[in-house]
């Protein structure tokens, strides 16, 4: 069964330092894709980032990165530069392939608080 | 960009009446739309995949009664709570698939029910 693990409920960072928030997936798929989306306390989820599993190159997404390590399942974000507006709830996701095709559905994982600190 | 809005974003109502819930891609279509829900201090649970022209996929454990789903338009989406309970109270969120692009969801900002 596909599976998604974040084993962060919480995490501090100074401003302007650099933060890594920890992802790790499992999956029988040759074929998948990893996402992380940012849930500031209104509610809304943005989307940040994508991984294709064929991608050869780490994902860049201006102070987004994403550290795919596909032997190991995991797919880390790294947030470069930390502002105060990037205290928000982070979860990792992935895209579920059915059989016969990818089937879309997004399975997340239980998601890291992040406070920024001043 | 890829906009999707939701409606309403917050609403209360009394136990036992339905609440409608639409979701909208606003600047391209959606074939495929998707509800979640999710309660507090908790991850995003799918409850449904809404695909236009065709009747919703629902999770295990998802009550297709209970949670009507209507995809009419490649833009819109509803959810409808029927018979809302206390228990029902949540926030739901939508997210929409662009065409053709298969991968990324972007999401509503969320409609936050509460029945009293």
């Known amino acids: 069964a596909q599976k998604i693990t974040q084993t962060q409920p919480g995490m501090f960072v100074q401003e302007k330092e650099a933060v890594t928030l920890d992802c790790t997936y499992d999956t029988s798929d040759p074929s998948y894709g990893l996402f992380w989306y940012k849930q500031p306390s209104s509610g809304e989820m943005i989307f940040l980032i994508y991984q294709g599993s064929y991608d050869q190159q780490n994902a860049t997404e201006g102070r987004y990165s994403l550290n795919f390590q596909k032997a190991r399942k995991s797919a880390n974000l790294v947030i470069s530069a930390s502002q105060l507006g990037d205290s928000a709830m982070y979860f990792c996701a992935m895209r579920e392939s059915g059989y016969g095709g990818a089937t879309n559905k997004l399975i997340f994982g239980t998601g890291t608080l992040l406070a920024v600190q001043p | 960009g890829a906009v999707v809005s939701q409606h309403p974003s917050r609403v209360i109502c009394k136990s036992g009446t339905s609440v409608k819930i639409e979701c909208r891609s606003l600047d391209f279509q959606a074939t495929t739309m998707f509800w979640y829900r999710q309660f507090p201090k908790q991850s995003l649970m799918l409850m449904a995949t809404s695909n236009e022209g065709s009747k919703a996929t629902y999770e295990q454990g998802v009550e297709k009664d209970k949670f009507l789903i209507n995809h009419a338009s490649l833009t819109l989406s509803t959810l409808t709570v029927t018979s809302a309970h206390p228990e029902d109270s949540s926030f739901y969120i939508c997210?929409?698939?662009?065409?053709?692009?298969?991968?990324?969801?972007?999401f509503g900002p969320g409609t936050r029910l509460t029945v009293l």
């Open positions: 997210s929409a698939r662009r065409d053709p692009e298969a991968d990324t969801q972007y």
